[in-house]
């Protein structure tokens, strides 16, 4: 029961170890990104200092373009200026005088010349500079973006890239480039040291089903290889003409073998079809005749009944039954009244019984088939007023409930 609360305590401080940790590496990866972005910001502040100075560059190139024509507009103007000086102020008598200006114009023009072709060469000077400079800011900026791509590609580092950063920031220098090289080789070595110690603890059995996942992706990627080059093997190679044949043959015969047995089965078919379309005929024909006989068999026993014939003993004496005349539609359960068989008295009259189930049955020409039921309450009724003899009971299908 000690060890319950120890090992609970050892869980949270493993949880809290855990999370600090977490948590550090949040920090670690935040300030790698916020070097990044200095760094960025540095790439992008050269470009525009780059922009700049090809900008400036070409302002220097205009004016230095224009200061050669204002030099050569000016040498020609000087000397067109002083032949025409010379030509006006040309005295017959005093030549010898009129050199002296002429000297002196020319004097002048020469040092406005000299002085013109100084401030041309210190201009193209600054601009050769200049261009040297964009030169190599041009290839700083295209080793660095090669550098970051290569790193952010694979974390293998490559010693000429770096040989050529460290040249180009020496010959730029450091006062130039603004420690840009230096800044980015510093995140370079956090990033290295961020991915060297790994993932935490808790993402180990995460990486392992990805690797595991990666596999098994690559094995099912071969075996789908595998076999789409199996099934194109299979689709371009063709049967011999003898396999064909001998294929076809045995499709041929599967398929007459079936062919045969849907039609036997068809034939099948047709002779229940038929067989149950003569059975429901003749059952809907006894049907009516066996309505029929019940509604003439219900009338006579109800004419037997009624009260025309006298009392229920005079009635069964004097009636006398011929089942001779019984047949499929006539059933008559007791013979007419007739003033003879009145007056007759007490004359001997041989007493007749009611026919039996199975004779009834051979009479109406049906198949006789014995059910033991109970006989309904009226019927019973309406046989005792014939017979009190014990009643046969009635089949099924001649209840006369339905």
């Not at 770096?162 to 800044?183: C, F, I, K």
């Not at 019940?294 to 009260?307: E, G, H, I, T, Y």
Request: aromatic residues 6%; contains cysteine.
């Amino acid at each position: 029961m000690s060890l319950l609360p120890t090992s609970g305590g050892a869980n949270r401080k493993g949880h809290k170890d855990q999370s600090a940790a977490l948590g550090e590496m949040d920090e670690h990866v935040a300030r790698l990104q916020q070097l990044l972005r200095s760094e960025q910001m540095k790439c992008s502040r050269l470009q525009q200092r780059c922009s700049h100075q090809e900008a400036k560059l070409k302002q220097q190139e205009m004016t230095s373009s224009k200061l050669r024509q204002k030099l050569s507009q000016l040498t020609d103007r000087r000397k067109e200026k002083g032949l025409s000086i010379e030509v006006l102020n040309l005295l017959p008598g005093r030549r010898a005088k009129g050199e002296r200006p002429s000297r002196s114009l020319s004097h002048n023009a020469k040092q406005e010349e000299a002085a013109l072709r100084l401030m041309l060469e210190r201009r193209e000077a600054e601009l050769r500079e200049a261009m040297k400079l964009r030169h190599s800011f041009t290839t700083l900026l295209h080793a660095l973006r090669g550098d970051m791509e290569q790193f952010l590609e694979s974390t293998d580092m490559d010693l000429s890239g770096r040989r050529r950063l460290n040249e180009a920031e020496t010959a730029l220098g450091e006062h130039v480039t603004g420690g840009v090289v230096q800044s980015w080789r510093t995140v370079q070595k956090k990033l290295q040291d961020a991915l060297s110690e790994g993932p935490p603890a808790e993402e180990t059995d995460h990486y392992k089903l990805l690797v595991q996942l990666e596999t098994e992706l690559a094995e099912s990627q071969q075996l789908v290889r595998f076999q789409q080059q199996l099934l194109q093997d299979s689709v371009a190679s063709p049967l011999p003409s003898e396999l064909s044949d001998s294929y076809f043959l045995e499709e041929w015969e599967r398929l007459q073998m079936s062919w045969e047995e849907f039609d036997r089965q068809r034939r099948t078919f047709e002779k229940e079809r038929q067989a149950f379309t003569d059975a429901a005929i003749r059952l809907s024909r006894e049907r009516c005749d066996f309505g029929r006989q019940k509604a003439s068999l219900v009338k006579q026993m109800f004419v037997c009944d009624s009260p025309l014939f006298g009392q229920r003993a005079s009635r069964r004496e004097s009636s006398s039954f011929n089942y001779s005349v019984l047949g499929p539609i006539n059933i008559s359960g007791c013979l007419p009244f007739t003033p003879s068989s009145t007056e007759s008295g007490n004359a001997a009259v041989p007493e007749e019984r009611l026919p039996s189930t199975p004779e009834l049955y051979s009479a109406l020409g049906l198949s006789y088939h014995y059910r033991s039921r109970e006989v309904d309450h009226k019927s019973e009724t309406w046989i005792e007023g014939v017979d009190r003899r014990a009643h046969t009971p009635w089949p099924s299908y001649l209840d006369w409930s339905l």
